[in-house]
């Protein structure tokens, strides 16, 4: 046997003979009731992949290092209180969002963190071990949605980190060792903090292809931005900014969203963006007349804007199939604009 399925029952507990079986490769006990992992865990020798998650588990197992070829261990929606410094040992992904977690322990001198992969979010994280950079083979961490102020130096050395989230915490600044990992970063999340400026040295980060920074309090964007052209998706809505310019000559850029600041102007240097597909401009103070030169743009929203009038030749972007001008002073539509063949939206 190497699948059982018995997600969605009313299990209470796991028999220890289940781990006996040898070719057993994947198992699912989701949405059931089970209180504690067995001590026989290690002795499943083959089993990749186990997903325990919506139970009642209150604590990892203590030998669960000893789980070798698992590659994914999920024990997410549990409520479980303490990360066992044992589980940096694993080899693969480990998910422990939404549980009742305050913290991280430190990993030791002599131990091998071999984890790749971490999901610690939706938990009540406040601080961060100073020791973090001993899981040397991590890349990629999630540690959004928890009560995060401080960053360690040490983070830095994390020089196999390609993605990173830490949305929705209570960060104030980018720290430098969030910057040291600028060569490896492919996706940076930090939105819904309260910082106020821009990564140090964005130009350098040349790998990036998404950064997310919306709902925080930036007022600027720097020139420096303009001269990284790897960047693919920018999310910079809800924050105070007010000109945008050195992001349209990024010249990359698919995803473009700028809802929900004080722009009040679209920049003509918008056209440099010839590869924009989406653009999420609602609630500014913009004229749209830049737009009509973005040829391979399939999505545009400006709602709530103050929009009177809309260019004669915005019909002609021909891939749009949604298109949002609701709460706007339009008082007149163009024959032209019905020339836009997807979703229409007033």
Same mark, same amino acid.
């Given at each position: 046997?190497?699948?059982?399925?018995?997600?969605?029952?009313?299990?209470?507990?796991?028999?220890?003979?289940?781990?006996?079986?040898?070719?057993?490769?994947?198992?699912?006990?989701?949405?059931? +009731?089970?209180?504690?992992?067995?001590?026989?865990?290690?002795? @499943?020798?083959?089993?990749?992949?186990?997903?325990?998650?919506?139970?009642?588990?209150?604590?990892?197992? @203590?030998?669960?290092?000893?789980?070798?070829?698992?590659?994914?261990?999920?024990?997410?929606?549990?409520?479980?209180?303490?990360?066992?410094?044992?589980?940096?040992?694993?080899?693969?992904?480990?998910?422990?969002?939404?549980?009742?977690?305050?913290?991280?322990?430190?990993?030791?001198?002599?131990?091998?963190?071999?984890?790749?992969? +971490? =999901? @610690?979010?939706?938990?009540?994280?406040?601080?961060?071990?100073?020791?973090?950079?001993?899981?040397?083979?991590?890349?990629?961490?999630?540690?959004?949605?928890?009560?995060?102020?401080?960053?360690?130096?040490?983070?830095?050395?994390?020089?196999?980190?390609?993605?990173?989230?830490?949305?929705?915490? =209570?960060?104030?600044?980018?720290?430098?060792?969030?910057?040291?990992?600028?060569?490896?970063?492919?996706?940076?999340?930090?939105?819904?903090?309260?910082?106020?400026?821009?990564?140090?040295?964005?130009?350098?980060?040349?790998?990036?292809?998404?950064?997310?920074?919306? @709902?925080?309090?930036?007022?600027? #964007?720097?020139?420096?931005?303009?001269?990284?052209?790897?960047?693919?998706?920018?999310?910079?809505?809800?924050?105070?900014?007010? =000109?945008?310019?050195?992001?349209?000559?990024?010249?990359?850029?698919?995803?473009? =969203?700028?809802?929900?600041?004080?722009?009040?102007?679209?920049?003509?240097?918008?056209?440099?963006?010839?590869?924009?597909?989406?653009?999420?401009?609602?609630?500014?103070? #913009?004229?749209?007349?830049?737009?009509?030169?973005?040829?391979?743009?399939?999505?545009?929203?400006?709602?709530?804007?103050?929009?009177?009038?809309?260019?004669?030749?915005?019909?002609?972007?021909? +891939?749009?199939?949604?298109?949002?001008?609701?709460?706007?002073?339009?008082?007149?539509?163009?024959?032209?604009?019905?020339?836009?063949?997807?979703?229409?939206?007033?």
């Amino acid at each position: 046997m190497q699948k059982i399925d018995a997600k969605y029952n009313q299990l209470g507990a796991i028999p220890g003979t289940l781990f006996r079986l040898k070719e057993l490769r994947q198992v699912d006990l989701s949405s059931n +009731l089970i209180k504690k992992i067995p001590p026989t865990l290690p002795k @499943a020798t083959g089993l990749l992949d186990f997903d325990l998650r919506e139970n009642k588990i209150r604590a990892l197992p @203590a030998a669960i290092n000893k789980a070798k070829s698992i590659l994914r261990f999920d024990v997410s929606n549990n409520i479980i209180k303490t990360f066992r410094k044992q589980a940096y040992e694993l080899t693969g992904s480990l998910d422990i969002s939404r549980n009742r977690l305050n913290g991280l322990p430190p990993i030791g001198a002599k131990q091998k963190a071999t984890l790749k992969k +971490l =999901d @610690a979010s939706y938990n009540t994280i406040s601080k961060l071990p100073q020791t973090i950079d001993r899981v040397s083979f991590l890349r990629r961490l999630d540690l959004s949605n928890n009560n995060i102020t401080h960053v360690p130096e040490s983070f830095g050395n994390l020089r196999y980190l390609n993605y990173l989230d830490m949305s929705n915490n =209570d960060i104030e600044e980018i720290p430098n060792s969030i910057c040291q990992l600028k060569y490896n970063l492919v996706e940076l999340y930090l939105s819904n903090n309260k910082i106020s400026k821009f990564p140090k040295d964005i130009d350098e980060y040349k790998k990036l292809r998404v950064l997310d920074l919306s @709902a925080n309090q930036l007022v600027k #964007i720097p020139r420096k931005f303009a001269m990284n052209q790897s960047i693919k998706h920018v999310n910079l809505s809800k924050n105070q900014l007010e =000109d945008i310019s050195p992001v349209t000559d990024s010249l990359l850029i698919h995803f473009l =969203d700028i809802s929900e600041n004080c722009i009040p102007e679209i920049p003509e240097t918008i056209k440099n963006l010839v590869y924009l597909e989406t653009l999420l401009a609602s609630h500014n103070q #913009i004229s749209p007349d830049e737009l009509q030169q973005l040829s391979r743009l399939n999505k545009l929203n400006i709602a709530h804007n103050q929009i009177e009038a809309l260019p004669e030749n915005l019909g002609h972007l021909q +891939l749009i199939n949604y298109l949002d001008i609701s709460n706007n002073p339009i008082t007149r539509l163009s024959e032209n604009i019905f020339n836009v063949g997807g979703l229409f939206l007033v």
